[in-house]
């Protein structure tokens, strides 16, 4: 079945970097956008930016450019997202979703926590 | 960028009930609006896209309408399962709306 499978929590200290994996199978990786969505504690779902894996494009919203950076390698199905320089606001629940009328799969979540 | 606004924030009801949730858009998104449903501790579920077409395997009692700036998302009787936190989304420039809880009165 389609499927995405996520890494699993992260705690970082600030300044760091987070890298969050995405795993996808059970359909055509190259033939769907993959976009990222993150949900801090208590509150609502913010979109990040998406990746076309088949050309490795990537359009990130304007808050996120400059600190993140979406990447994937093909030979293993698999996203990923990077946030760097992170800070105690980015705590939060990281989702990848496949765009295909609107966001159709989700993964299950990469929690990453962000403290001193 | 556009705004999404939803309303109530909140909605108790119970079940059996029929509800409805709105959501509006700072300009049109045409029909690029889909809605999500959110348990706690777990990934959005889709719901309804392109305004008013049902996904796949979801119960028909969710109905969905609207185009241009003003959607509805309605339940028709309420079930135990449907209490959750559900989320309208444009898709143009993917913002979401900022979620509604339905809880059980």
């Known amino acids: 079945q389609v499927q995405l499978v996520q890494s699993g929590a992260e705690v970082k200290k600030p300044g760091a970097s987070v890298k969050v994996s995405c795993k996808a199978s059970?359909?055509?990786?190259?033939?769907?956008?993959l976009h990222w969505v993150r949900q801090a504690p208590g509150q609502g779902l913010e979109w990040m930016g998406w990746i076309n894996p088949n050309s490795g494009g990537t359009n990130y919203e304007q808050k996120f450019q400059g600190w993140v950076t979406m990447t994937r390698d093909t030979s293993i199905t698999t996203a990923y997202m990077e946030l760097s320089r992170l800070r105690s606001a980015d705590s939060a629940v990281y989702f990848c979703t496949r765009y295909h009328n609107s966001f159709d799969v989700w993964g299950q979540g990469t929690m990453v926590t962000v403290s001193s | 960028d556009i705004q999404m606004t939803q309303s109530p924030s909140t909605l108790s009801a119970s079940v059996g009930d029929r509800v409805t949730i709105t959501c509006r858009a700072s300009?049109?998104?045409?029909?690029?609006l889909a809605w999500y449903q959110q348990k706690p501790g777990k990934a959005p579920k889709l719901l309804i896209y392109k305004a008013s077409s049902l996904e796949s395997g979801v119960p028909s009692r969710f109905s969905a309408s609207g185009s241009g700036t003003e959607f509805t998302l309605t339940i028709s009787s309420l079930q135990p399962a449907d209490f959750a936190t559900y989320y309208c989304q444009q898709y143009n420039s993917y913002t979401f709306g900022q979620g509604t809880k339905l809880e059980i009165k």
């Open positions: 300009q049109s998104t045409s029909s690029w």
């Open positions: 059970g359909y055509t990786f190259t033939g769907y956008y």
